[in-house]
């Protein structure tokens, strides 16, 4: 048997569509996707780039993962690096991390307070 991973599902609290959206799709520049329409009701947003995709879906009593957390991946560690420009700017934390051989990476927190971890393999 051989696995892959569909989605990665986060939660957010009902209102905080328009943030998750400047972020995920304005700030790490990945596409908003539809739900479908037997969940578009239930609120929440999905996203994709290639074949990632990231799940948000409200959650009454929200608490932001704070340990747990998806790890993207880049190619280039320039564009990384970039990213992280885009992030200070925009106004998440950027905190490196170089505890992981052979990556570059940061964490950051999406607008509710996941974490998020962002890397990219060192070039050798």
């Given at each position: 048997?051989s696995?892959?991973?569909?989605?990665?599902?986060l939660?957010?609290p009902?209102?905080s569509?328009?943030?998750?959206?400047q972020?995920?799709?304005?700030?790490?520049g990945l596409?908003?996707i539809?739900?479908p329409?037997?969940l578009?009701?239930?609120g929440?947003?999905?996203?994709?780039?290639g074949s990632?995709?990231?799940?948000l879906?409200?959650e009454?009593?929200?608490?932001?993962?704070?340990?747990?957390?998806p790890a993207?991946?880049?190619?280039?560690?320039?564009?990384?690096e970039?990213?992280?420009?885009?992030?200070?700017?925009?106004?998440?934390?950027?905190?490196?991390?170089?505890a992981?051989?052979?990556y570059?990476?940061?964490?950051?927190?999406?607008?509710?307070?996941?974490?998020?971890?962002?890397?990219?393999?060192?070039?050798?």
């Amino acid at each position: 048997m051989s696995w892959t991973i569909h989605h990665v599902q986060l939660s957010c609290p009902a209102g905080s569509q328009p943030r998750l959206r400047q972020f995920y799709a304005g700030v790490l520049g990945l596409t908003e996707i539809p739900k479908p329409a037997e969940l578009a009701a239930r609120g929440g947003a999905w996203f994709r780039s290639g074949s990632v995709e990231l799940h948000l879906g409200v959650e009454a009593e929200f608490r932001p993962a704070r340990k747990a957390h998806p790890a993207l991946q880049l190619a280039d560690p320039a564009e990384l690096e970039a990213l992280a420009d885009r992030l200070a700017a925009a106004g998440p934390p950027v905190g490196w991390d170089g505890a992981l051989p052979g990556y570059h990476r940061f964490h950051t927190a999406d607008p509710v307070g996941n974490r998020i971890e962002l890397l990219a393999p060192i070039n050798r």
